[in-house]
């Protein structure tokens, strides 16, 4: 087809805010938590609950994978509760992982134990995301990994983990400095390789670490023993992985779009159920948006932020919250001052090349926003109307709309990727405007 008839991708105008916000504004489950639990309970020794689960593509993709290696996953009584009941992890399925790291990355280890060969592959921007440490690591623990396109280890979807109903386990050596997601997924399934694992990052950086924590927390929630006394190391202990019934913590960095739009449009917006321990890297987000301007309160679990309208730049390392990026770097779009955002080079394999697609979009808006070695520096300048694109990236679909609550005419090329982790991401938008005062 050439691109004369190729019809224009739809678009989403995103609302500006007419008047100060005062809204309340519900977030869905974690997805990083959703997906540890989802994991560990089918692959525990009994039954388990979760309650509060995010619905979203990259959590159903989870459970539709989880239910062809053998798990039995129900709805209860809402959408949200899962009820898991483990089964022998099955072999030849195709598994989809869509564009879900959590999913890609979190799977093979698992998928190792099958009885068969597991095939994997996703959506063809999943296709370009870095795989090679976790098949290299599976590979070094006597797995076999592999693409018929290539007699080397492959390095990114599609390909096969040849399951054989087990893994001896042992030492490993993963270089992590790309995504955290290479280690967690390792240690989700360590406790069922039969000498459990010892993991050692041998990277320059090792980002998001507070996921890391969390994948910890998980397994230690669940009975396993971890130990993690070590920088970089993990050692996880073969054993039983119990059953429980949980509930899983709103998404906070999915919250941190709608926090920040209390900054932009001013007004106060609300998040309840917001857990005063979490490993979850959004904890981040209020000394951030105060930082930037706003001020916020933690009380009976509402976290309560409050903006004037104005709001300054930032120099911060998110090194330990890449994910939370793309709403910072609109905030600093719409600053009044200049920002620099470091340590977020593994960015560039997230769903898009975020560090690229940031700089790129800001500046079609008519913003200045450069690329640099770990990050982007970003210096306010008015900012018009356009059609702002979305590479398949909900983030960059959100911090749009962050954008167009100040900026008349921002058009937001396929918000509808938005469902990779808040399929009502514009009713939710909406209803919050929609409370202005
Ligand atoms: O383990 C997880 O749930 C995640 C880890 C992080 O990945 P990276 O370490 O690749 O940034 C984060 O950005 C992603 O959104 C979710
Ligand atoms: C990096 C992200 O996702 P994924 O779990 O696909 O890596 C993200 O949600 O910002």
Redesign the pocket.
Known sequence: MTSSTTAPAPTWEAPLAGAPLDATVEVPGS?SLTNRLLVLAALADAPGTLRGALRSR?ADLMIRALRQLGAHIEEGDHPSTLHVTPGPVTGGVDIDTG????VMRFLPPFAALADGPVRFDGDPEARVRPMLPVLAALHALGVSVHDPSTADLPTHLPFTVEGRGGVRGGAVDVDASESS?FVSGLLLAAPRFERGLTLRHIGATLPSLPHIEMTVATLRDVGVVVDDSRDGMWDVSPGPIAGRDVRVEPDLSNAAPFLAAALVAGGTVRVPGWPTLTTQPGAMVPELLERMGGTFTLADGVLTVTGTGEVHGIDVDLHAGG?LAPTFAALAALADSPSRLRGIAHLRG??TDRLAALAREITRLGGQAEETRDGLVITPRPLRGDVVRTYAD??MATSAALLGLRVPGVLVENVGTTAK?LPDFTGMWLAMLGSAA
């Open positions: 997805k990259d564009l879900a790291g959590t997601q994910e997230h769903e909900h983030r982790t």
